[in-house]
C-alpha cells in the first residue's frame, strides 16, 4: 500500500471513531446530559453497549442492526453518521492533503455534522455548539495561513444578513422566519469561509432550501405550515462552498469583487 493510501485509510478511520462521538453528542446535547458519563448504552432497555459491539460501522454490521441484549433494532442513524464523517474527513484529505485548511475543514464538518442533524431532529441549534464553533473559526484565523480579518468579517457578515432577514420577516409577516440558533451558526461559518463564502453559502442554503421544500410540498410529504428546520441546508452549502471555494462561490454570486 502507498504512503498516500495508508494515510486515506487512516483518515477515514479516524472519521469513523469521531462520527462515533458525534452520535452521542447528537443524542445527549437536546436532553443537555454529560457527554463522557455513563458509557453508549442501548437507548430501549438501558442496558450499557460493550466496546466492541460500539466499534463504528462493524458493530452494527456484525450485530445486523440489533441490540445483543434486547434485539430491539438499533437506528440505522448512527452507522450513517459515523460513515458521512468518515467520508467527509477523506474527502477533505484528498482536496487538501495534510495542511492548514485540512484542519479548518475537520473542525468545521465535524461540528456542522452535529448541528445539523440535532436541528434535523429538534428544530433548535444550541448556542454551546455555535459558540465554540464561532471561537475556533476566529482562533484558527489566527494560525500561518490565516485571515483573522476576514474571518471576523465573515462573522459579522454570516451573522448579520440572517438577523436582518429575520427582523423584515417579523415586521411584514409578524412570525419569526429565523431562529436565533441560525443566526448564530450562519456567524460561526462565516468565521471559516470570510465574508464572500458566508454570502454565497447564505445564498446557496436558500436556494437548496426552497428546492427541496417545493419538491416535499409537492409530494405532499410536508404541508406549507410545517417548520422546516435551515440548519441542515445551512450546513450541506457550508461544506460545499469549504470544498470548492472560490469556483463555487463565483458560479453563485458572480457579481462578488474578485481579488
Ligand atoms: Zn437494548
Redesign the pocket.
Known sequence: MTEHALQSVMIFLTGLIFGSFFNVCIFRIPSKRSLMFPNSF?P??K?PIKWYDNIPLLGYVLLAGK?R??G?PISVRYPLVEALTGILFLLLFLQFGVSYIFLRGVVLAGFLVVIGFIDFDTQYIYEVTTIPLVLAGLFLSLLPGGNPWDSLLGTITGAGILYVIGMISIILFKKEGMGGGDVYLAGAIGAFLGWKGAVSMLFLSFIIGAVVSIVLIGLKILDRKSMIPFGPYIAASALAVFFFGDKLIYLVMPLLPRN
Open positions: 442501548c430501549e432497555c442496558k441490540c441484549s434486547c430491539k
